[in-house]
């Protein structure tokens, strides 16, 4: 979001320039104070309450920054600019079909506003509808065939996509990297000994109460001292307790949203990082193009979206067999180190017991999707319909921030599969303590496709609930696969989507053998090695420590480039 600049005239004048020139410096609340100045003066002074309105929606405060934004329209109507960036407030708190209204009426006017079609594509992505998404990201990229953001934006969307294959996603990633070229000469002065205590630097802006945080937060909270240093750089916009509980484990904790990709591939040299961890991938708020400069001797992306990069910088990725099957393998830049599951199960505090069987004490089967919506697609709901009719009696739960909103959808396109509205329930999001018990209404949770779960499959087997799913062609649709594997689950595999109805009407009939894996699912999980937060630490620094043994059996020293040789993955 840029500022307008205009020039001002009499006292106004003064407060405008310096609200102006505070906000270009991220000081979006001095900046309010000094536009609320020039509209205490001058009221109608329209580029003022624009201003304004752009520091409320920059500080979170949307509602406020929407309101503002109407009384602006009201006297321009045409200022395109200001109701696209209305639009943005309106997604921002989850108004996502009021939302995509507003771009459309910008989009009539301005078909080419590349900002416009950016913004439509990704409030597609959170409303379930891919195809939409992937085309309006795909002309925005067309206007704007550099813009990062744009291109990330597609590539995850791209994870949706019923028609991808690996070969089409890694070209796509391929793509997007090749904007980004490693600088000459770049070089690593780290101490090269081999069993020395390393630094180990993880980058995210998702410190914080987020699915994947506790995928990878037990390997922070975990971490070997004495061989391992931790340094967290958080570009975390709105820090909680989850990001104080991290910091508080970690070695050091930098704070980076400030800082420009430049500046933080600096920061990590001057810290002198042996491995630096790509916590985001694809994902809003990646800083992938930090690891295009190559700041660290090693790189690896993990945990947050493994599908792979494109960047031949980046020398590993975090992944397991049945995520990554070694047929696919060459199409990545990165190498694949296997863990024991691409994904590790780590809670800061206790989780509720799962209870009994639902089924037994109701007389009826409770299916259940608590995967974010933007996977549930119309065919995902079709599907599930036809597992309802092949239950009689059944339910369905789906729990997500959105679906309150999304509920006329839903509740339509089931009830053109003779669904009826009695048998769904459409949950809002709750806290975390609430998200885990409501599992105990659920007795077989169903995954979602193209774009299956990951934590949400591990969460659901934590609380003794199997997953139904289906494997498909690409990365995103075997993350609940791969889970399932590594927990001994296979039998709730199925072939391909046809199988993938008649496996879940099936377990839904042998309600004994649910109820026993229930009781005993969790002790299960937790004796496996992702299970165990603590050895699951082990074993990612077992990596850690192979990887920088290969880096210095190699000989690089300062002045060198740095890549691991591709497979020569190091030991399990």
Excluded at 74 to 101: F, H, T, Y
Excluded at 319 to 329: G, I, Q
Excluded at 354 to 360: D, I, V, Y
Excluded at 496 to 518: I, M, T
Aim: proline share 5%; aromatic share 8%; glycine share 6%.
């Amino acid at each position: 979001m840029s500022f307008q600049i205009r020039a001002g005239n009499d006292r106004t004048a003064e407060h405008f320039g310096r609200g102006l020139m505070l906000a270009s410096k991220g000081q979006y609340r001095k900046a309010l104070k000094c536009f609320d100045k020039v509209l205490s003066i001058a009221p109608t002074h329209l580029d003022a309450l624009n201003s304004r309105a752009d520091c409320l929606a920059l500080l979170g405060d949307h509602t406020q920054a929407i309101a503002t934004y109407d009384k602006l329209l009201a006297a321009r109507p045409g200022d395109l600019r200001a109701r696209g960036n209305r639009a943005s407030a309106l997604k921002s708190i989850g108004r996502l079909a009021e939302a995509v209204a507003a771009y459309d009426t910008v989009l009539q006017s301005a078909p080419d506003y590349a900002e416009a079609l950016f913004n439509r594509g990704n409030a597609y992505i959170d409303l379930g509808r891919p195809r939409d998404a992937i085309r309006d990201l795909r002309n925005a990229l067309s206007l704007r065939p550099t813009d990062s953001d744009v291109h990330t934006s597609l590539i995850f969307a791209l994870n949706f996509d019923t028609d991808a294959t690996s070969e089409s996603q890694q070209a796509e990633r391929a793509a997007w990297a090749s904007h980004w070229t490693l600088p000459a000469g770049t070089g690593h002065p780290n101490d090269p000994s081999a069993d020395r205590r390393l630094r180990i630097g993880y980058v995210s802006s998702h410190f914080r109460h987020q699915a994947a945080t506790y995928a990878f937060g037990g390997v922070i909270v975990h971490h070997d001292p004495d061989q391992f240093e931790v340094i967290c750089y958080s570009d975390t916009a709105a820090e909680d307790d989850l990001s104080a509980h991290l910091r508080n484990r970690a070695d050091k904790w930098r704070r980076t949203s400030n800082l420009s990709d430049d500046q933080l591939a600096q920061l990590v040299r001057q810290d002198q990082i042996d491995i630096l961890v790509d916590l985001v991938g694809h994902m809003k708020g990646n800083r992938l193009r930090v690891f295009a400069l190559k700041p660290a001797p090693i790189q690896i992306t993990a945990w947050g979206e493994p599908t792979g990069t494109g960047l031949k910088a980046i020398d590993y990725l975090f992944a397991d067999p049945v995520l990554v099957p070694a047929s696919e393998r060459a199409l990545l830049a990165e190498q694949v180190a296997d863990l024991s599951c691409f994904l590790g199960f780590w809670s800061p505090e206790a989780l509720p017991e799962s209870g009994g069987l639902p089924a037994n004490e109701r007389g009826y089967v409770t299916f259940g999707s608590f995967n974010r919506l933007a996977k549930t697609s119309e065919p995902v709901l079709r599907e599930w319909a036809a597992i309802l009719r092949a239950v009689p009696g059944s339910r369905l739960v789906l729990k997500d921030r959105l679906v309150a909103q999304q509920a006329n959808v839903i509740m339509g396109v089931l009830a053109e599969e003779g669904i009826s509205a009695e048998r769904v329930a459409l949950l809002d999001q709750v806290g975390r303590a609430a998200h885990f018990a409501t599992y105990r209404d659920i007795d077989i949770a169903l995954d979602p496709f193209p774009h299956g779960g990951g934590m949400t499959t591990l969460e659901s087997l934590w609380m003794g609930v199997p997953v139904v799913t289906a494997p498909g062609r690409i990365i995103s649709s075997r993350l609940a696969v791969a889970v399932l594997t590594a927990a001994g689950l296979t039998d709730f595999i199925a072939t391909d989507r046809e199988h993938y109805v008649q496996l879940a009407a099936a377990k839904a009939s042998e309600l004994g053998a649910l109820a026993k894996l229930r009781s005993t699912l969790r002790h299960r999980l937790a004796n496996t090695e992702f299970g165990d937060a603590v050895r699951y630490a082990r074993a990612v620094e077992r990596h850690y420590r192979s990887m920088w043994q290969e880096w210095c059996r190699r000989g690089q020293i300062a002045g060198a480039v740095n890549s691991p040789r591709r497979g020569a993955c190091p030991p399990r």
